[in-house]
């Protein structure tokens, strides 16, 4: 089976090796980020409530995330397995995990951090289909538009310099512990996420065969 967690820093292309597997596979993509943008989006009560903190780069509280994470682990699509980006992201949250499911791989990405920083800042989103670029290494054809429909790409909220410092610092603070404790539990497979997103997801099949 392959329930996977993706646990790294921001912008260590967790999302783009998420979806490429995820279709490999034939599982969901779970990323509580993305699920989290969608209710910010949908200006639901959660998300209304979880728009401060994400603006700021802080962790959305426990209680929310799981609020909008767990109907998704029970959905049938789940069962045989899934790709879980961004979850979890403390030990509450590992633990809370763990009592849910057995996990078969924790993929640990590796890069140097000026290089994440280079990545968040270059990155632009669209609106309407979410579809990610990247100024760098992954432009759209037509300056400023997305491929898919045209509409005007915009900058993550978060991904300005004052949030991006305060999610590093949260990173190390909050979620890099998670390390050790799947490390000890012998799921935690290190890939080196540094280098083209092709010769990524072939190392990736490999560290998960
Ligand atoms: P989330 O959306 O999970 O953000 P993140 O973990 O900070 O990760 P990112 O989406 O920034 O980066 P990524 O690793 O997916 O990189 P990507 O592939 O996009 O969370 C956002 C916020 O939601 C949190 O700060 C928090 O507030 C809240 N939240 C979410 N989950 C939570 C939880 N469990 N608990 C509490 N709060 C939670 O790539 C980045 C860029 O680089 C893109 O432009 C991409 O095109 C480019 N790129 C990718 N790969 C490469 C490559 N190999 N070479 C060059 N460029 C590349």
Redesign the pocket.
Known sequence: MYRIVFL??????????AATLARALGVPHL????L??GAVAAATPLGRE?DG??RA????P?DL?LGILGERLDAPDARSGFIL??????LA?AEILERRVVLDHVVS?EIPSAELVR??S???ICPTCQA???L???PPRVPGRCDRDGSELLQRP??RPEAVEV?LR?YAEQTAPLLDFYRRRGLLRPLD?????EA?AERLRRLIA
């Open positions: 790294g820093p921001p912008g260590a292309g967790k999302g783009t090796q990323s509580t980020g993305d989290l943008r979880a903190y994400m780069g802080r962790l959305v426990d995330v980006d961004g979850f979890p992201r403390n949250q990405f990545r968040l270059a990155r632009r990610v670029y990247n760098d290494s992954k978060d991904d999610r949260v996420a540094s280098g083209a997103p990524i």
